[in-house]
């Protein structure tokens, strides 16, 4: 199984005629997504032809999924216009919104995630500022690579696009069942405890991979969450252990303050939790391959 995003997906994508929108819309479908169109206002009606495949443009989300019953939205639009793209989105109740823009205002991701819950949180949002999500062999919503790994047992949640990438390449001999880029933003739709709650219901995810880095809060509480409420084994990694502390380092949400935040800090909180904790993603692997042996 995997989780949020299968063989069944239909996806549209809102900015599909964009540069971006189109070459990413080129090779989700070259992995096997089920593409069925795209939004752009300004050239509803018309049809977009990619690699053999002509995809409709549709005005509105809503139009989209009442011709294509879509339930998958990706969103390849700029900052500027992203937060009426997202609304549009959830005005049209549509299950998965993947939300790949990076430099959305915070107070605009602020409004349409506090629009969303007032509306009944009928949409799930992942991102911004994120790689999207993959189900090896059966779906890809977003940006990550869809051949750096096949289908299998080990759930991948991470705040990073590029370690995302590493450690799928990493376990490819053992395979995905599920990765998330759940974007380094201070405000992202689906956090590490959705994601880890998500894969402990599904059958077929034996094991799970969390990736963070410094700055915020959410490893300390998903560390919390797995003592909890997580039977699989659970292996992280943290990114930033270099990291000058005071400094705003990559991603909006990595920012240091004393202790809270640091990489240290969130690998004492891991590990009192029972989590092991890899010294580099390479590290992080061999210790998810040591479990899946032993499982």
């Known amino acids: 199984m995997s989780i949020f995003l299968d063989e069944n997906s239909k996806?549209?994508?809102?900015?599909?005629?964009?540069?971006?929108?189109?070459?990413h819309t080129r090779r989700m479908l070259a992995g096997g997504s089920n593409i069925v169109g795209g939004v752009n206002p300004r050239k509803a009606g018309e049809t977009v032809e990619v690699d053999g495949k002509s995809l409709p443009v549709f005005g509105s989300v809503a139009e989209a999924m009442g011709a294509t019953g879509a339930n998958v939205s990706?969103?390849?639009?700029?900052?500027?216009?992203a937060k009426a793209a997202v609304i549009e989105a959830i005005d049209a109740q549509i299950e998965l919104a993947v939300v790949i823009t990076e430099?959305?205002?915070?107070?605009?991701?602020?409004?349409?995630?506090?629009?969303?819950?007032?509306?009944?949180?009928?949409?799930?949002?992942?991102?911004?500022n994120c790689p999207g999500i993959i189900s090896p062999g059966k779906s890809n919503a977003g940006i990550t690579p869809s051949d750096i790994s096949g289908a299998g047992p080990i759930g991948l949640v991470s705040k990073s696009g590029t370690l995302t990438y590493q450690m799928m390449y990493e376990l490819r001999?053992?395979?995905?069942?599920?990765?998330?880029?759940?974007?380094?933003?201070?405000?992202?739709?689906?956090?590490?405890?959705?994601?880890?709650?998500?894969?402990?219901?599904?059958?077929?995810?034996?094991a799970i991979v969390?990736?963070?880095?410094i700055g915020g809060d959410s490893?300390?509480?998903?560390?919390?969450?797995?003592?909890?409420?997580?039977?699989?084994p659970v292996v992280a990694y943290v990114a930033g252990f270099?990291?000058?502390?005071?400094?705003?380092?990559?991603?909006?949400?990595?920012?240091?303050?004393?202790?809270?935040?640091?990489?240290q800090a969130k690998k004492e909180a891991f590990e009192a939790c029972g989590v092991k904790v890899g010294k580099t993603p390479?590290?992080?692997?061999?210790?998810m391959r040591e479990v899946i042996a032993n499982l």
């Open 11 to 23: 996806i549209i994508v809102q900015g599909m005629t964009g540069s971006e929108g189109m070459k």
């Open 74 to 81: 990706v969103i390849f639009v700029p900052p500027a216009f």
């Open 103 to 128: 430099g959305i205002p915070v107070h605009d991701s602020a409004n349409f995630w506090a629009y969303n819950l007032q509306q009944g949180a009928k949409t799930r949002i992942i991102g911004p």
């Open 173 to 206: 001999e053992i395979g995905i069942s599920t990765a998330i880029g759940i974007g380094g933003d201070p405000i992202i739709g689906t956090t590490h405890i959705d994601a880890l709650a998500a894969f402990e219901a599904d059958p077929e995810t034996k």
């Open 210 to 213: 969390l990736i963070g880095e």
């Open 219 to 232: 490893e300390e509480k998903a560390a919390a969450y797995i003592k909890a409420n997580v039977t699989k």
């Open 242 to 263: 270099t990291a000058p502390e005071g400094k705003t380092m990559g991603h909006a949400g990595a920012i240091v303050s004393g202790s809270a935040g640091t990489a």
């Open 282 to 287: 390479s590290e992080t692997a061999a210790l």
